[in-house]
């Protein structure tokens, strides 16, 4: 079932780059962007990532921590962070229970793992869901909606 805007950030963990277990309701009051993306190092997940990576002392200046998710394994996720120079962390969903959990949908026919981004607030409720296969647009998306949240 998918997530609605008011929900709770699901209560699971994931492994990050490193190993070590992740749950998305410890993320110690801060507003989370979780973006699920296809696979590391293809042309849209690089500017995906490379764009959340340039914008991120914007999404953190505003109590926010960005997190990446795809079913890559910690050592792909590892590589891709080093490679691109990622300050945030990469979560291996190999059995896709974070997708399920969010509600992320497949792309072109099942073909695809979806791409969309969830922002979660300081209380950890759903204030914003996109869905686009535009990697490109996902930050300003995101940050324009954290950003309005705040100012509620």
Do not use: W
């Amino acid at each position: 079932m998918a997530l609605k805007i008011g929900d709770q950030v699901p209560d699971l963990s994931l492994k990050d780059e490193t190993g070590k277990e992740f749950n998305f309701r410890n993320a110690d009051n801060k507003a989370l962007v979780v973006y699920f993306y296809p696979k590391n190092f293809t042309p849209g997940c690089t500017r995906e990532a490379c764009g959340f990576r340039d914008s991120y002392e914007d999404f953190r200046e505003l109590g926010a921590e960005v997190i990446g998710v795809s079913s890559d394994s910690k050592e792909s996720h590892s590589k891709f962070k080093i490679k691109h120079q990622l300050p945030f962390l990469l979560l291996s969903d190999f059995n896709k229970k974070a997708r399920k959990a969010f509600g992320v949908r497949s792309n072109l026919l099942g073909l695809l793992p979806g791409r969309e981004t969830f922002v979660f607030n300081k209380a950890g409720n759903l204030i914003f869901r996109f869905n686009s296969l535009n990697s490109s647009i996902h930050i300003e998306e995101a940050f324009i909606a954290l950003r309005k949240s705040l100012q509620e």
